[in-house]
Structures are given as C-alpha cells and as structure tokens.
C-alpha cells in the first residue's frame, strides 16, 4: 500500500512540476552569423543544430543586420532540443546579410572551416552612428567575429565619450581609428579665454582659429589686438592659458592619443 501510494505521489509530482529537464545536443555559436533571404535560423546561428531543426526561424532580418538577445535565441534553441552554454557570456548576436548556412552544420562530430580559425569576442556597434554621434554604453555590444581590429580597444570606456569621425555601421568591430575626443570648439567662434594663477584672473575674447576637443591646445586671434596666441579649450567657448591651460592639457594628453 505504501508502495502504491509512493508512486502515485510521485507521478502527481511529475504531472504539476513537469517531467525532468534532459540536456539536450550541444552546439556553439558560429563565428559568422549570416543569412541570405531575411529569415534567421537555428541553424545560420549555430554549428552542431541538424535536422529539421536547422531550418526553424527564430528572428527576421529587416535591413543590412539583426540584433537578437542572446537569452531569447538560448531558449529557442532548448526548445528545439539544442544546448548552447554561452559561457563566454554573450548578451547580443549581430546576424548580418550574406551566404545564407542553409541549415547545414558542421554536425557534432566535427568543426566547420571557420570555426576551426576560432571565434573571437569583439566590441561592435549596437547601432548604426552619423560622424560626430557621441558613443554611450548603450551603443557598444559585444559579438563573435573571425577577428578583431589591430586596434580593437580592450574596454568599452576606451570608446565611450568620444565622437565618430566618420559614419559608423551597426554590427562593425570597434576600432579606435573610428572615434576621437569631441570638439568643443569650431574654427570662428568666439571664445573666451582665460588666465588665473595666484588670485589673478584675466579674461579676454577671441576668434578661433581652429576647430579643438576639450584639452587640445589651439590658435586663437585677439579680437582687439589681432595678435594670435595658443590656448588650450577648456569647454564650448571657452579656453585658457597659463597654468590651468597646462594642467589640463597634461591630463587629457593619455586620452586623446588612445583614442587615435
């Protein structure tokens, strides 16, 4: 009678909490995600995934490239009887237009050729940027190229902060050469320009001469005497000479040249 009532327990069990999650096949994500007609599937995602699965989609591609929540596309796949571990942590996957995998994989027995050069994992743009566009954190992803940029940053806040130079494409690795410190000041404004050392403090108006991000030193013209001198910007409109103009030069100095 225990027995008996043992077992039905059991199976009341199973029956509200569902049956036992089994590990399902593993697979990894491949090194290039691409698609040729705009439906993204398990198997453009994923080395390993074979059968009728590899044709399930599980996003759509509107334009040049896709970004899909890397837990969203874990679950799509478990549920197709597929284990992707994400151990490197992955939080967006970047598909882009190209040679579409077709469903086919390299199968759990072996790897595809591009797997075998290895995946890395890189920063790249979240979205596309127009030149001069200031980078925020939200604008940077981390995603699985075939390699990255020589001067591929190793952190984010190498980037954040600084402007494009150039319009930048949603799903390229970041490079350095992409960004530089924002200008503050463009050739022929009028600026400010400050001294202030030792409970002195002098001011003056100028015309800029050039265009400057905040510490870089630039020429600016005297409004009244036409005599042009060095100041170093110190913000919109404004700049400074003297001491103040070293300190902060100095300080931003490591920055700037990072970020060329």
Same mark, same amino acid.
């Given at each position: 009678m225990k027995t008996f009532l043992f077992a039905a327990a059991a199976t009341l069990v199973i029956t509200l909490l569902g049956a036992p999650a089994f590990a399902g096949t593993p697979v990894s994500l491949r090194m290039d995600t691409t698609d040729a007609d705009g439906r993204i599937t398990l198997g453009d995602l994923f080395d390993g995934v074979s059968g009728p699965a590899a044709n399930m989609v599980v996003a759509a591609?509107?334009?040049?490239? @896709?970004?899909? #929540? $890397?837990?969203q596309v874990q679950v799509s796949a478990r549920r197709a009887g597929f284990d992707w571990t994400n151990s490197n942590g992955i939080r967006r996957i970047i598909v882009r237009e190209?040679?579409?995998?077709?469903?086919v994989s390299a199968g759990a027995?072996?790897?595809s050729a591009s797997a075998a050069r290895g995946n890395v994992e890189v920063l790249a743009y979240a979205r596309s940027m127009m030149a001069g566009e200031i980078v925020q954190p939200q604008d940077l992803i981390y995603v699985k190229m075939a390699? @990255?940029?020589? #001067? $591929?940053?190793?952190d984010s806040d190498a980037v954040i902060g600084l402007a494009a130079k150039r319009p930048l494409r949603e799903?390229?690795?970041?490079?350095?050469r992409d960004v530089a410190a924002a200008q503050v000041i463009k050739s022929g404004?009028?600026?400010?320009i400050t001294y202030d050392e030792g409970g002195i403090s002098l001011s003056l108006q100028g015309k800029a001469m050039a265009s400057a991000a905040t510490g870089d030193a630039f020429a600016v013209q005297?409004?009244?005497?036409?005599?042009?001198?060095?100041?170093?910007a110190t913000g919109p409109g404004?700049?400074?000479?003297?001491?103040?103009?070293?300190?902060?030069?100095?300080?931003?100095?490591?920055?700037?040249?990072?970020?060329?």
């Amino acid at each position: 009678m225990k027995t008996f009532l043992f077992a039905a327990a059991a199976t009341l069990v199973i029956t509200l909490l569902g049956a036992p999650a089994f590990a399902g096949t593993p697979v990894s994500l491949r090194m290039d995600t691409t698609d040729a007609d705009g439906r993204i599937t398990l198997g453009d995602l994923f080395d390993g995934v074979s059968g009728p699965a590899a044709n399930m989609v599980v996003a759509a591609r509107m334009g040049p490239t @896709a970004v899909l #929540d $890397a837990g969203q596309v874990q679950v799509s796949a478990r549920r197709a009887g597929f284990d992707w571990t994400n151990s490197n942590g992955i939080r967006r996957i970047i598909v882009r237009e190209g040679l579409d995998n077709g469903g086919v994989s390299a199968g759990a027995g072996g790897a595809s050729a591009s797997a075998a050069r290895g995946n890395v994992e890189v920063l790249a743009y979240a979205r596309s940027m127009m030149a001069g566009e200031i980078v925020q954190p939200q604008d940077l992803i981390y995603v699985k190229m075939a390699g @990255a940029p020589v #001067d $591929a940053p190793r952190d984010s806040d190498a980037v954040i902060g600084l402007a494009a130079k150039r319009p930048l494409r949603e799903g390229a690795a970041v490079s350095l050469r992409d960004v530089a410190a924002a200008q503050v000041i463009k050739s022929g404004d009028l600026v400010t320009i400050t001294y202030d050392e030792g409970g002195i403090s002098l001011s003056l108006q100028g015309k800029a001469m050039a265009s400057a991000a905040t510490g870089d030193a630039f020429a600016v013209q005297n409004t009244l005497s036409k005599k042009i001198i060095q100041a170093v910007a110190t913000g919109p409109g404004s700049a400074a000479v003297g001491p103040q103009a070293r300190s902060l030069q100095a300080r931003s100095q490591p920055v700037r040249f990072a970020a060329r």
